[in-house]
């Protein structure tokens, strides 16, 4: 059973920092394009960032640049992503997800983990 599970979300103010974890199990996902995406009330799912299992292939929404960055553990078949000077706006529930491809739009992945909820208060 494919299963992506997400960690690390919580409350923190603004210009703090966080990092979010996601497990990956249940399959290979060597050759997978592992992404963050975020879903605020009454918004729409947004990309914020991805990259390759292996390789080096990564892409960043333009909002969370400079800011974010994804990472990966091979061993520990986990992905993370470091917040760091976190505004308001950047409240969402934050998911991890898998595809097949680099892709950036939600339709493009086939597997998705529960989210987990980050807010930043002003």
């Known amino acids: 059973q494919v299963q992506l599970v997400e960690s690390g979300g919580g409350l923190v103010q603004a210009g703090g920092s966080l990092r979010l974890s996601c497990a990956a199990s249940?399959?290979?996902?060597?050759?997978?394009?592992m992404g963050w995406f975020r879903q605020a009330p009454g918004k729409e799912r947004e990309f914020v960032a991805g990259?390759?299992?292996?390789?080096?292939?990564?892409v960043y929404a333009d909002s969370v640049k400079g800011r974010f960055t994804i990472s990966r553990d091979n061993a520990k078949n986990t992905v993370y992503l470091q917040m760091n000077s976190l505004k308001p706006e950047d409240t969402a529930v934050y998911y991890c997800?898998?595809?097949?491809?680099?892709?950036?739009?939600?339709?493009?992945?086939?597997?998705w983990g529960q989210g987990t909820q980050v807010t930043v208060s002003s």
């Open positions: 990259k390759r299992w292996i390789g080096t292939s990564t």
């Open positions: 997800a898998a595809a097949r491809a680099v892709t950036t739009a939600t339709t493009g992945y086939d597997y």
């Open positions: 249940g399959r290979t996902f060597s050759s997978y394009f």
